[in-house]
């Protein structure tokens, strides 16, 4: 009964991002992201099964419109003041290649709800510094309206202000602890 050894690795959050994309007025696409987020993830023998938790500042959200920015952290959105934070605390699965999937709880708001979203493993390497690291791409979609992020708003037109689907990418690299 020998006992696994558990190597723990933490987000690189200046070579990480976490974006998200958006319809707006169904013809065009708002791109936004959070500038400020923190994450591990815990592996036993490969990345398989691995541990992940994620933390995210609701307030750093930026779509490069600071009025949209304070729309978006207000309480029509994500109400910042009352939920300062969007965690995920999940599992990394193997599907076969360099190709995992990230099964988990993803909470909004006083929302939780079970995502899974594809990951592409980019690999491991040594840095100039002797880090470990790793590169993981991270690709998937939620309904902002099971989050409770239900504001709506239609154009005279009778089109829809802000699309329903989420989609989130995010770019992340971990260092070896």
Do not use: C
Not at 34 to 48: C, D, P, R, V
Not at 80 to 92: E, H, M, R, S
Request: no cysteine; net charge negative.
């Amino acid at each position: 009964m020998g006992t696994q050894t558990l190597t723990k690795w933490a987000i690189d959050a200046t070579h990480s991002e976490v974006q998200f994309k958006v319809k707006h007025l169904v013809i065009s696409t708002v791109t936004g992201q959070f500038n400020s987020f923190e994450g591990s993830l815990e592996t036993e023998n490969s990345y398989n099964g691995a541990e992940v938790s994620f933390s995210l500042d609701v307030n750093s959200i930026d779509t490069n419109v600071a009025d949209r920015d304070a729309h978006l952290k207000s309480a029509d959105f994500f109400d910042a003041v009352q939920y300062p934070n969007i965690t995920f605390n999940g599992k990394l699965n193997e599907k076969g290649g360099e190709a995992y999937s990230l099964v988990g709880e993803l909470t909004i708001k006083d929302v939780t709800k079970s995502i899974s979203l594809n990951v592409n493993y980019g690999g491991e390497m040594v840095d100039g510094y002797g880090q470990t690291k790793a590169g993981f791409e991270i690709e998937g979609a939620i309904n902002r309206k099971e989050f409770g992020l239900t504001w709506d708003m239609v154009t005279e037109a009778g089109g829809v202000v802000v699309g329903d689907t989420v989609k989130l990418i995010l770019n992340i690299q971990l260092v070896k602890q």
